[in-house]
């Protein structure tokens, strides 16, 4: 909660002395249905996307539990090893995203290019630095938890292994944020599909 107020009173500060380029009235927050509609056209998929991260890990667990205990404990430990770097990757997307929406909005062709560009060459950088550490520090990170035994190798093997793909998973990422600051939620939505649903379960149940 701290950080949101902190984060909001810095926002409103530069706002209201740094922003020449915008002045609000008090009449610019009267609700606008049409200005609500287009957000909630960007903004339903993405709400969407963020529930099927839940949606994804819950069909994953009751497929490993059909098989081990083991390999559920495992997983969940991996996945909160995963989270720091796609964390990284979703701030780097929500950062692409406003500044790519604002030069579309001034039908700036150049820079949106360079945005579709850098945004895809820092996520990539970030996320394969975050691969090469994973797989040199998979031992010992997933010893912070504890582990032992199976549980230990499953969670080693999850890591060396899934790893190898946070790059293309970045790359998504990034493309989301694109799709969503062009006004293409659907399209960002269909990508969260394919990529959290419709190509991963089918996978699991096969190797499972």
């Given at each position: 909660?701290?950080?949101?107020?902190?984060?909001?009173?810095?926002?409103?500060?530069?706002?209201?002395?740094?922003?020449?380029?915008?002045?609000?009235?008090?009449?610019?927050?009267?609700?606008?249905?049409?200005?609500?509609?287009?957000?909630?056209?960007?903004?339903?998929?993405?709400?969407?996307s963020q529930a099927l991260i839940s949606v994804m890990t819950y069909g994953m667990n009751l497929i490993l539990h059909g098989i081990s205990e083991n390999m559920v404990t495992a997983y969940g430990l991996y996945y909160k090893i995963q989270q720091f770097l796609l964390f990284a990757a979703f701030g780097m997307r929500d950062a692409i995203t406003p500044i790519?929406?604002?030069?579309?909005?001034?039908?700036?062709?150049?820079?949106?290019?360079?945005?579709?560009?850098?945004?895809?060459?820092?996520?990539?950088?970030?996320?394969?630095?975050?691969?090469?550490?994973?797989?040199?520090?998979?031992?010992?990170?997933?010893?912070?938890?504890?582990?032992?035994?199976?549980?230990?190798?499953?969670?080693?093997?999850?890591?060396?292994?899934?790893?190898?793909?946070?790059?293309?998973?970045?790359?998504?990422?990034?493309?989301?944020?694109?799709?969503?600051?062009?006004?293409?939620?659907?399209?960002?939505?269909?990508?969260?599909?394919?990529?959290?649903?419709?190509?991963?379960?089918?996978?699991?149940?096969?190797?499972?």
């Amino acid at each position: 909660m701290i950080g949101q107020i902190v984060s909001f009173t810095a926002a409103l500060i530069f706002h209201i002395r740094f922003n020449k380029a915008m002045r609000i009235s008090a009449r610019d927050f009267i609700p606008s249905p049409r200005i609500i509609g287009k957000i909630y056209a960007v903004v339903l998929p993405a709400i969407i996307s963020q529930a099927l991260i839940s949606v994804m890990t819950y069909g994953m667990n009751l497929i490993l539990h059909g098989i081990s205990e083991n390999m559920v404990t495992a997983y969940g430990l991996y996945y909160k090893i995963q989270q720091f770097l796609l964390f990284a990757a979703f701030g780097m997307r929500d950062a692409i995203t406003p500044i790519t929406a604002f030069s579309y909005g001034m039908r700036d062709d150049k820079r949106i290019k360079d945005c579709l560009k850098y945004g895809q060459l820092y996520t990539g950088a970030i996320m394969l630095t975050g691969c090469v550490v994973l797989e040199i520090f998979a031992v010992p990170f997933s010893e912070i938890f504890g582990l032992s035994g199976e549980t230990l190798t499953l969670c080693v093997s999850a890591v060396r292994v899934i790893s190898a793909g946070l790059v293309f998973v970045g790359i998504n990422i990034a493309f989301q944020g694109f799709f969503q600051a062009l006004g293409s939620g659907v399209a960002s939505l269909i990508i969260s599909v394919c990529r959290q649903l419709l190509f991963v379960f089918p996978i699991a149940i096969g190797f499972a």
